[in-house]
């Protein structure tokens, strides 16, 4: 084998190392975004099964009912964007500030009936501060009041 012949098995080999590290990097990164849709875009056109996303919108009024089960609390209650509305259920502990008509985050997964299993509930922390995501979702459907004090609770508008 030549001088100039091993010069390019050694480029080859460093070009097929670096090019499968990258693939690798890369398909770690899609295995851990996690992107945030609406309502209307669930209605849409739904994620795949089991891929984890993050659901915004408002807390429908008296969607929401508690209960309990072996001790541990449950909720379920409805997400809408003034369009649609997607059934979410949690177990566990919800946030303080979480109430009707007040715009939450909820990071979950699709169920095959259409449900939204969430594994987390974030709410917004003061009367002024609503998740970006929501905000652009909510001005999408033309639900955002632009003097900036928000959604009017349990009114969608």
Partial sequence: MTRKQRRMVVVAACALGLGSAAALTLNAF????????????????????????????????????????????????????????????????????????????ALGHLTATGGFVASEVLAKHDETYMPKEVVDSLKRSGHWDPNGSGPTPGTGS
Avoid: C, H, M, W
């Avoid at 975004?33 to 209605?43: H, K, T």
């Avoid at 649609?84 to 715009?103: H, K, M």
């Fill in 30 to 105: 899609n295995d851990n975004l996690v992107f945030f849709v609406s309502p209307s875009d669930i209605a849409q056109k739904a994620p795949s099964g089991g891929r984890t996303f993050r659901l915004g919108g408002l807390v429908e009024a008296g969607s929401v009912t508690r209960g309990s089960t072996g001790g541990t609390p449950r909720a379920t209650f409805r997400v809408t964007d003034g369009k649609s509305a997607v059934t979410v259920s949690y177990e566990g502990i919800l946030p303080d500030l979480f109430r009707e008509g007040q715009g939450i985050v």
